[in-house]
């Protein structure tokens, strides 16, 4: 928790209110949760999956 609230104090986010940083917060936690989902999905679906490149 200490290097939380030192990134939050001391990071590019510090000079927001407490409304900017709680929403940028749960906007990068949303987009790192999604990752987390979608690549835990690729790992069990991913030998199932016929993935072609090209037109």
Do not use: E, H
């Not at 939050?8 to 987009?31: C, D, E, M, Q, R």
């Not at 999905?41 to 199932?48: K, S």
């Amino acid at each position: 928790m200490d290097v939380i609230r030192d990134i939050l104090k001391n990071g590019p986010i510090a000079p927001y209110s407490l409304w900017t940083k709680s929403i940028l917060l749960s906007v990068f936690s949303s987009i790192v949760c999604t990752l987390i989902i979608m690549l835990v999905i690729l790992l069990v679906n991913g030998y199932n999956t016929n993935i072609q490149f090209g037109y």
